[in-house]
């Protein structure tokens, strides 16, 4: 795993006052989840499930599935490791600039790796090359916040029915873009799509993603998973947020909105190209400058926090990556950046 996941104001003696750096959702009410949890406490004296089983049913009563068909993980980072330890040894292809975790875990258990920068269309008659075993994408994509789109993804499924595509959906519930529903998905019995409750309710530090797909293909990935993965407190979070989802909703339209008038700031101050995005994060390249000189200098004079993106495979040091946060903040993040330009 590189540094800078996530986030990584751990490393900082100075605490960021606004955390762009982290693509999880920062205005989000936990106070019910906090007391719930509190509540709970005494729960942590006895084992939970060696599996998740009833989390695992809820879920898939959501999302009108079997339980076999939905596998819990610590995090949606657990089950890219379970999937390449499952399919170890095989030929792994992978879309650039993209989160790194899944080059990591191909490359513990024994993958070739095959970077790909595009993927095939029409004209290639959306054939992957003939050697390739799996196919990872993120859609959206972390750092890029672009979306593959899902009539591209059929045809890739249809015309390569022996290759088994990993969709990572962590940030389904970010972008308007039509995107594959777990049930759409078990059309295609190759095809596993990984979710991630840590994005959709802002809880990193709880560690809960899943799994869902065919369900002999879950088998085999719950084969490898070790027991007790999911920690009690977790499983009773999954619980609360379930039951309230209704009252964790977002105005996601707005929030795009706002998104999209930061990158516009971010461009009229003419110190970064910033591309296109379809999410709530964007990825930005310095025309001058290095961004871990850019994010030091906002950490030190300002409390904010970016992500320095060198570290992506594709990318150089001049990349960087924000998450949108409140207007206001929005606002000081842009006349910071402004500001860097002209003192350096």
């Known amino acids: 795993m590189i540094k800078g996941h ?48 009833n989390l ?30 499952t399919f170890r040894e095989s030929l792994s292809a992978i879309l650039q600039p993209t989160f790194s975790e899944y080059a990591d875990a191909c490359r513990i258990h024994g993958h070739r790796i095959r970077l790909l920068y595009q993927l095939p269309d029409e004209r290639a008659g959306y054939r992957l090359p003939e050697e390739v075993q799996l196919l990872w994408l993120c859609n959206p994509n972390n750092p890029t916040g672009q979306v593959v789109e899902k009539k591209h993804i059929c045809r890739l499924l249809e015309q ?6 990993v969709i990572d959906q962590s940030y389904e519930y970010f972008t308007l873009r039509p995107l594959f529903s777990a049930e759409e998905a078990l059309e295609y019995p190759h095809l596993l799509l990984l979710h991630s409750m840590t994005k959709r309710y802002a809880i990193p530090g709880l560690r809960l993603g899943y799994v869902t797909g065919n369900a002999r293909m879950l088998d085999r990935l719950r084969s490898q998973r070790m027991p007790w993965s999911v920690n009690r407190l977790a499983i009773e979070a999954g619980y609360y947020l379930l039951e309230h989802e209704a009252e964790m909703e977002m105005d996601l339209v707005s929030y795009l909105r706002e998104a999209q008038r930061l990158r516009t700031l971010l461009m009229q101050t003419g110190v970064a190209e910033v591309w296109d995005t379809k999410t709530h994060f964007m990825l930005a390249r310095l025309r001058l400058g290095r961004a871990s000189a850019l994010k030091e200098y906002l950490l030190k004079e300002h409390g904010m926090l970016i992500r320095d993106a060198s570290n992506f495979s594709g990318l150089d040091e001049r990349y960087f990556r924000i998450a949108a946060q409140g207007p206001e903040d929005n606002d000081r993040l842009a006349a910071a950046i402004a500001q860097w330009a002209e003192e350096t």
């Open 56 to 85: 695992e049913a809820r879920l898939a009563g959501q999302h009108r599935l079997l339980p076999a068909e939905v596998c819990v993980t610590n995090g949606a980072t657990e089950a890219i490791y379970l999937i390449a330890q």
């Open 160 to 165: 390569n029915p022996k290759v088994l595509f």
């Open 6 to 53: 996530g986030d990584d104001a751990y490393q900082y003696n100075c605490p960021a006052a606004v955390n762009f750096s982290s693509n999880v959702y920062h205005n989000m009410d936990l106070c019910g989840l906090k007391q719930h949890l509190a509540q709970c406490l005494g729960l942590i004296g006895s084992y939970p499930e060696p599996e998740p089983y």
